[in-house]
């Protein structure tokens, strides 16, 4: 493909959706800065003045494609809430192959760079805003005796979710979700209201 002269965001659009297609076509291991430029009529100079590792590349054309969860459910159950709000976290990088994170964090362990933009990436998709304000409201309906937990708790829902979808690939199923919710999350935050869904009954 020949290079075509375009500047700032049109040119970043074409990179990044370049990147995205090579990522879902091709997976993480085959992502190359000459591929990505070959496919958006650029070069690989160009390419390196904005994202200098190949980790940082797609990490940028991930969250452009499936950008972090924002929106704090309120059902009116804690229970309930943290389902929806995991949820949102899936079908949010649910177009994110899980051998693409995978590939990621694999990186990590030979480049700091690596490691630095995905701590990033990590840390802006881990929305502990709005685990807070979901604790926040369950305290206000004497769910939980307090909303003041530590920050690695307000992050471990989402990481859980994360390895899931990293170990098992996407979509992350319901019944994982709600394991999350129940076997982890729920007694954790110290939920006193509600109960969990009875288990279905042995066979026979």
């Known amino acids: 493909m020949t290079a075509t002269r375009r500047r700032g965001q049109r040119l970043d659009d074409a990179i990044l959706g370049a990147t995205w297609q090579i990522l879902q076509e091709a997976g993480y291991a085959r992502l190359t800065f000459e591929a990505v430029a070959a496919l958006a009529g650029t070069s690989r100079p160009v390419l390196n003045r904005r994202w200098p590792t190949r980790a940082e ?8 494609a499936a950008p972090p ?10 229970r309930s809430d943290l389902v929806e709000l995991l ?12 051998e693409v994170l995978a590939g990621l964090l694999a990186e990590t362990a030979r480049d700091p760079d690596a490691t630095a933009a995905v701590r990033a990436w990590i840390a802006r998709s881990t929305t502990g805003d709005t685990m807070a304000a ?3 409201g369950a305290a206000e309906r004497g769910e939980i005796r307090t909303a003041d937990v530590p920050a690695r708790v307000l992050r471990l829902p989402f990481d859980l979710v994360r390895n899931e979808a990293i170990r098992y690939g ?3 199923a319901d019944d994982a979700i709600a394991s999350i919710v129940d076997d982890v999350v729920l007694p954790l935050v110290g939920h006193t209201c509600g109960e969990r869904p009875a288990a279905a009954p042995p066979p026979g």
């Open 57 to 64: 590349l797609a990490l940028a054309a991930m969250e452009r």
């Open 69 to 78: 969860v924002v929106a704090a459910p309120d059902t009116g159950s804690l």
């Open 134 to 136: 979901i604790l926040a």
């Open 87 to 98: 949820r949102q976290a899936v079908n949010g990088f649910g177009a994110v192959r899980g």
């Open 170 to 172: 996407l979509p992350v």
